[in-house]
């Protein structure tokens, strides 16, 4: 004769019915809404303090006036008129790899810490490393602005936030000074004159 389980079963029932109740069911989960990286790139300076701490320059593998040889081949690569990037270098650093500003910005194209982290670049002093993460940032910041070079201009210096605010160039007297100065310095260059 066999022991009667028909309590064990229905206790193993009423087990599972209570599991049920008190575990959520496994779904797909919702989907994930992915941030634009400039949206991500703002976000991250507008949360870093005003005033970076400033380390000495590390040693470059690159000697300061190698990037104008790699500047051909970078401003193709992200559609930057290697101009534009010239008159860029020229209002930032004047062409020095180790300039680091009172904000603590660094190297030739002057990117802030976070920047140059969300650029993947290693060595914000490493002229080449520096020149790629400079001329990436353009052109996102070139795309998210259709083109528009005043307003690219103005993202690369005050951040795209304070851009997208104003709806347009910020009125800041250092941002609209340096837009002014870097379209005055591209024309010359466009033209040869400097």
């Not at 941030?35 to 300076?45: G, K, P």
């Not at 660094?106 to 140059?116: E, F, H, I, S």
């Not at 052109?139 to 304070?162: E, H, Q």
């Amino acid at each position: 004769m066999r022991p009667d389980l028909s309590a064990v079963t229905r206790i193993q029932g009423r087990i599972e019915e209570i599991e049920r109740k008190v575990r959520p069911r496994r779904e797909d989960p919702p989907p994930v809404e992915r941030e634009r990286f400039v949206d991500v790139l703002a976000r991250e300076e507008a949360a870093s303090p005003a005033k970076a701490e400033k380390a000495p320059p590390p040693q470059t593998a690159a000697a300061a006036g190698d990037w104008e040889d790699h500047l051909p081949e970078l401003s193709d690569r992200y559609g930057v008129d290697p101009d534009l990037v010239r008159a860029v270098i020229r209002m930032e650093s004047g062409g020095r790899a180790d300039a680091v500003s009172r904000k603590g910005a660094m190297g030739l194209m002057q990117l802030m810490p976070g920047t140059a982290r969300m650029l993947g670049v290693d060595d914000p002093f490493d002229p080449v490393q520096n020149l790629e993460g400079g001329i990436k940032y353009l052109s996102i910041l070139s795309d998210k602005y259709s083109g528009d070079l005043s307003k690219t201009l103005a993202a690369y210096n005050a951040g795209p936030g304070r851009v997208d605010a104003c709806g347009g160039i910020p009125p800041i007297a250092e941002t609209q000074g340096y837009v002014k100065g870097v379209l005055a310095r591209y024309e010359r260059s466009s033209k040869g004159e400097d």
